[in-house]
């Protein structure tokens, strides 16, 4: 593993990079104080800043670490920051799991896939993960769409209860193999 932390990543429409303190007014309004896009997740929509604020410092902590990978997206057209994306559960080990958020407002407008093959290609290539995983609710299919369009696979009969804002959900597993590595399931 060569892990290196948080590292700017760029595709044609994005920026990917660390969050600032700047960031965290466009967070709570873009997706962090929306029902609608903390429904399936795990944690509530926050209903102050000052919620937004204690989990944008604890990111700005973390990256001290190289094995904390925590990205804003950013519209490259706008400047606008519009979701995050990370890496979990790493550590030392071969595998870990990608999550991410966008505000309702960039729903349907590829940039979820965009950003996600952006981390993926990074995960493996730059980090050297073997495999990356990630779960979407099963309310929420367009998640999985977007996994799907970034290159993952579902993982057939497996299915997962998770804590959510909302309850438990029964979440569908999707996997992201390096080039030339099958696991057996």
Not at 79 to 108: D, P, T
Not at 116 to 127: E, G, P, Q, T
Not at 128 to 157: C, D, F, L, T
């Amino acid at each position: 593993m060569k892990h290196c932390g948080t590292m700017q990543l760029e595709t044609q429409r994005l920026l990917l990079r660390r969050f600032t303190e700047q960031d965290i007014p466009a967070m709570f309004k873009n997706w962090a104080s929306h029902p609608a896009v903390t429904r399936c997740l795990t944690w509530v929509s926050h209903r102050s800043e000052k919620e937004t604020r204690a989990v944008v410092e604890g990111w700005l902590q973390q990256y001290k670490h190289k094995d904390f990978y925590e990205w804003a997206i950013v519209e490259k057209a706008t400047g606008q920051l519009i979701g995050s994306i990370g890496l979990v559960g790493g550590g030392s080990r071969k595998c870990c799991e990608a999550g991410y958020c966008l505000g309702e407002q960039w729903w349907n407008l590829g940039y979820a896939t965009e950003a996600l093959r952006a981390v993926l290609d990074f995960a493996v290539k730059k980090v050297g993960y073997r495999r990356v995983m990630a779960k979407h609710a099963v309310e929420n299919p367009a998640s999985g769409r977007v996994m799907q369009k970034a290159g993952m696979s579902m993982r057939i009969g497996e299915t997962l209860e998770v804590p959510t804002s909302n309850g438990q959900f029964q979440c569908l597993v999707y996997e992201f193999s390096a080039p030339g590595r099958h696991f057996f399931r």
